[in-house]
């Protein structure tokens, strides 16, 4: 895909900042590489999951060290990166004049239907390069998660799906466990 043109992440904040995309001209975008993309609209599937993410969220994350993020965005300079992740857990003290780093996050959920297949490639290899730790792909289709860890480079070393009743731990947290089956009910 060619870029019209190439978007520094200083230089998109900046536009945000000031607006550019509100009012009148209002649309749900990233910075991807550079490249301003609009997002997809969100169906009510991907809503409902994201909605039970939340929710176990706030049962088991302590509040006092880690901050639930939903549809907010994630700061990735080194590929000139904003993505929208659905969902993820900050460290708490960090994100008080700007939006996570990398080194911040403690877990990034990306729900996926529509956009399973970017989530899976470019978004996850954006995701393995800036070095976040742990990224889940919540699969809508197969109804599981896909975990991804051990970033090096572009790619997470280790791959594990976690379908109907097992139980995944993030890393951050691993007295916190979730069923996929919650998700989907």
């Not at 590489?33 to 997002?39: A, H, K, L, N, Y």
């Amino acid at each position: 895909m060619s870029a019209i043109a190439h978007f520094t992440l200083d230089h998109y904040e900046h536009m945000v900042e000031l607006g550019v995309f509100s009012g009148a001209y209002e649309q749900r975008l990233e910075l991807i590489r550079g490249e301003i993309r609009q997002m997809s609209p969100i169906g009510y599937i991907h809503s409902h999951v994201v909605t039970h993410l939340t929710d176990w969220s706030y049962e088991v994350v302590p509040r006092e060290r880690i901050v639930i993020r939903v549809h907010n965005p994630v700061r990735i300079p080194a590929s000139d990166s904003e993505p929208h992740p659905d969902l993820v857990w900050a460290m708490r003290n960090a994100t008080v004049d700007h939006h996570p780093n990398p080194e911040d996050v403690l877990l990034l959920i990306e729900v996926a239907d529509t956009s399973l297949a970017d989530d899976r490639t470019e978004k996850l290899e954006i995701y393995a390069e800036a070095g976040i730790q742990e990224n889940w792909i919540v699969n809508v289709i197969d109804e599981q998660i896909e975990v991804h860890r051990q970033p090096i480079g572009r790619t997470y070393q280790q791959r594990t799906v976690y379908g109907a009743n097992a139980s995944v731990c993030p890393l951050a947290l691993p007295t916190a466990t979730l069923q996929p089956s919650r998700l989907f009910t």
